[in-house]
């Protein structure tokens, strides 16, 4: 295991207070300037105080959405990227090693992952989850409509080539409609980038349960005339972490979608890590996590658990010919093609939404090699105990209420925590307060959320460097002492 800087666990660069002071005069200076008209000597100086204004996820006691830090390994991979200033997006072979690394470290985190490569030809790295459900989106749109033509007895009609309306028409379908749980709200972004619309997006959550399908429901949309569908699955909900399916719940959906030619996308941001754990420890994330390998796409982060630098996204799907059809780079005969041949290695141009980007696939196969499978079982390992800890100490805790619910005292089964730990103060005055008093207590930084039409805190372990016994102190330490303050200032 790497070790850990000093440096690596502070929050902020100075005390808390001197930060807020440096925050301020940095923006007052920023807006009041303007641009140098022969340049400046300067520079230097004036990076260096950016960054000593710009809050990071390096700290272990960053909780803030779901931002892991970066690996030393990864940042060292990243730098060099920066160095060689590569475009990586036409497979090369004979010139560069560049796609053959970036499918390496594919092939190399569905093994961690225990999904068969052989399934997912079509992989490729992405900004982040939300261009990776964009990804899957797309792919879904075409493939639906694709496979509504062949059951009307039409062959090759897709948005790809006719675009939305006029292949919806040839197919005789009114309609796409994507079905979910409490999805991200990047599902209905990617809705309306790909032109279906954030209308589309249906939730059919099982009333009884936090996030899981009411399968019921599934079945009536799915049966609903003139219309295909998309269902997507959420692999961690957001502010729960939770799942939205079980194994038998995802073979069930599967069977479902068959049916009706239904296209599965699993929005796996952060969830999917899951997968890697040993499941006589963590039997229901392991179970939550089961059946993924039935789906049709699976879009994920690298900056959030797999703890490399922000730009990294990833994608896979099952269906390679769909991906070269919607995102073909057609017409630029000096770019080269090297994908006709479906057991080589696709040009990154022709799978996915850009024509160039830097080469984002080596902080993570650096990573994945510094660690292997077992370091990466050892963080999340370290991630999902932490989490439970924390939760622990929340739910007995009269000032604090976990959620989703609390049961009581003790009660509550902590084997479903993932590595979010959601909650309110019970005092709904203090709880209107809570994270900007978490955050100013300079010792670790949280975001805010909503749950039941009610203010939230969220906590998000998501660092390779937390230690349970450390990080969950820090925690109990600022939310007990914030808890006593409010019950004294109520006497």
Known sequence: MLSTSQSQLALYPSSREEYARHIEQLKTQLLASHLPIEGSKDTELHLQAISKAVIGATAPSYFGFVTGGVTPVAARADNLVTQLDANVQVHLPKYSIATVVEDTALRWLLELLKLDERDWKHRTFTTGATASNILGLACGRDFVVREAGRRNGLEDVSVAEFGLSDALKLVGIEGIQILTTMPHSSIRKASSVVGLGRNSVIDVTDPSTPLLFDLEALKKHLNKPKTVSIVAVSCGEVNTGQFATTRNYMHEIRKLCDDHGAWIHVDAAFGILARCLPAEKFPLLVDGTAGIELADSIASDGHKLFNVPYDCGIFWSKHRDVAESVFQNAGAAYLGSA????????????????????????????????YGIQGYVDIIERQVNTARRVASWVNEHEAYTLLPSKTGKGVKNMDNIYMIVLFRASDSGLNDILVDLINESGQMYVSGTAWDDQKAVRIAISNWQVVPEREAKVVESVLEKIANDWAERLV
């Open 339 to 370: 994908y006709s041949d479906p057991n080589t290695i696709a040009s990154p141009l022709n799978i996915g939404i850009e024509n160039s980007r830097r080469f984002r696939a080596l902080p993570m196969y650096a990573s994945l090699h510094a």
